[in-house]
């Protein structure tokens, strides 16, 4: 279900993109890098190695995972700028417009938003610099043993400790290098005590509802955190641990009763294009709506409702007809041929 797990947090980043609802796809975005730590560090130990050629096949593969469909998504926004006009696209999003020089245009085109450094033509996109320095490093062997990832583990933890104590502002805390260490070395500790995880989470009373019981009690959090307004102190690290014992329980493998593992990897492949192309749908939809004389806005539930169907057909539109040639070039280098 781990799949399934993906796409839900990425349809909390719509909903809160989307229809307004605050700091709920900052949450989301901690429970991508924790999956993204796990598997990675999964992929790299169990099928390429730590060999030149395999680091190589690894580096490949995740080139083919995230540029391709990042670069479709900027197409798409430069083909809303120049139809719809800069200062539409703006008022929607005031990062969505054209490069305005040459360090902008490599910007775009690499993914390199250290610091959300503006324009991006897919807004969402700093959180893959974080991702792809994750992957680089993991690559190169931060998650290869126990030992390293558990200094890993702890330095992390220490980072956010320090931000505790010297009171970091929430763009430290969330939107840094430094920041996501945390989620990503804690994906790397569960693959590496994955057996001892498995056999605890199974002795847990009332284990088969676990799954959905999670899922709700994550969206509880957010909830009352808005309401108490600690959502980007107490409750999201809260959101945290809350993300990372559903990994736990997901990666345990005693729910494929729940959910067939073809249909999973297929909801699941559904995430990374409804990430990309959420903000550029919502925007032809607001268009859309507008045109009808249907009052809506960015930031409400109005668009997010209506906006979240036609997300969803054109993920798996561009998830069957466009990624899954690119998923069996990927498959051939995994298999190293």
């Given at each position: 279900?781990?799949?399934?797990?993906?796409?839900?947090?990425?349809?909390?980043?719509?909903?809160?993109?989307?229809?307004?609802?605050?700091?709920?796809?900052?949450?989301?975005?901690?429970?991508?890098?924790?999956?993204?730590?796990?598997?990675?560090?999964?992929?790299?130990?169990?099928?390429?190695?730590?060999?030149?050629?395999?680091?190589?096949?690894?580096?490949?593969?995740?080139?083919?995972?995230?540029?391709?469909?990042?670069?479709?998504?900027?197409?798409?926004?430069?083909?809303?700028?120049?139809?719809?006009?800069?200062?539409?696209?703006?008022?929607?999003?005031?990062?969505?417009?054209?490069?305005?020089?040459?360090?902008?245009?490599?910007?775009?085109?690499?993914?390199?938003?250290?610091?959300?450094?503006?324009?991006?033509?897919?807004?969402?996109?700093?959180?893959?610099?974080?991702?792809?320095?994750?992957?680089?490093?993991?690559?190169?062997?931060?998650?290869?043993?126990?030992?390293?990832?558990?200094?890993?583990?702890?330095?992390?933890?220490?980072?956010?400790?320090?931000?505790?104590?010297?009171?970091?502002?929430?763009?430290?805390?969330?939107?840094?290098?430094?920041?996501?260490?945390?989620?990503?070395?804690?994906?790397?500790?569960?693959?590496?005590?994955?057996?001892?995880?498995?056999?605890?989470?199974?002795?847990?009373?009332?284990?088969?509802?676990?799954?959905?019981?999670?899922?709700?009690?994550?969206?509880?959090?957010?909830?009352?955190?808005?309401?108490?307004?600690?959502?980007?102190?107490?409750?999201?690290?809260?959101?945290?641990?809350?993300?990372?014992?559903?990994?736990?329980?997901?990666?345990?493998?005693?729910?494929?009763?729940?959910?067939?593992?073809?249909?999973?990897?297929?909801?699941?492949?559904?995430?990374?294009?409804?990430?990309?192309?959420?903000?550029?749908?919502?925007?032809?939809?607001?268009?859309?709506?507008?045109?009808?004389?249907?009052?809506?806005?960015?930031?409400?539930?109005?668009?997010?409702?209506?906006?979240?169907?036609?997300?969803?057909?054109?993920?798996?539109?561009i998830t069957r007809w466009i990624e899954s040639p690119i998923m069996t070039i990927r498959a051939r280098i995994k298999a190293g041929q």
């Amino acid at each position: 279900m781990l799949g399934f797990f993906r796409t839900f947090l990425a349809l909390l980043v719509v909903v809160q993109h989307l229809g307004g609802a605050s700091v709920l796809g900052a949450y989301a975005v901690f429970g991508f890098y924790c999956i993204s730590g796990y598997l990675m560090t999964t992929v790299i130990n169990e099928s390429y190695g730590h060999s030149a050629k395999g680091i190589g096949r690894y580096l490949l593969n995740r080139f083919l995972r995230i540029y391709p469909l990042y670069w479709l998504s900027a197409l798409l926004s430069i083909i809303l700028v120049l139809t719809f006009s800069t200062s539409a696209t703006r008022a929607f999003h005031p990062d969505i417009f054209l490069p305005q020089n040459f360090s902008d245009t490599l910007r775009n085109i690499f993914i390199f938003f250290p610091q959300l450094e503006s324009p991006r033509l897919t807004p969402p996109a700093w959180a893959l610099t974080v991702e792809l320095f994750f992957y680089l490093v993991i690559g190169f062997g931060l998650s290869k043993n126990k030992t390293i990832t558990s200094v890993w583990f702890l330095a992390s933890v220490g980072y956010h400790l320090l931000a505790a104590v010297m009171s970091f502002g929430w763009d430290r805390i969330y939107f840094t290098i430094p920041a996501a260490s945390l989620p990503f070395s804690t994906g790397a500790m569960i693959y590496h005590h994955r057996e001892f995880l498995r056999r605890s989470v199974t002795r847990l009373p009332s284990f088969s509802f676990v799954p959905g019981f999670l899922f709700a009690v994550i969206i509880l959090n957010w909830w009352f955190a808005s309401r108490g307004g600690y959502v980007r102190d107490i409750g999201f690290y809260i959101n945290y641990l809350l993300c990372t014992i559903t990994i736990i329980s997901l990666t345990s493998g005693h729910f494929s009763a729940f959910i067939a593992r073809d249909l999973d990897k297929k909801i699941g492949d559904l995430s990374y294009p409804i990430y990309l192309f959420h903000y550029q749908i919502g925007f032809l939809v607001l268009f859309v709506l507008n045109c009808l004389d249907i009052g809506a806005a960015r930031g409400s539930s109005l668009l997010v409702v209506a906006s979240i169907p036609v997300i969803v057909v054109i993920a798996w539109a561009i998830t069957r007809w466009i990624e899954s040639p690119i998923m069996t070039i990927r498959a051939r280098i995994k298999a190293g041929q």
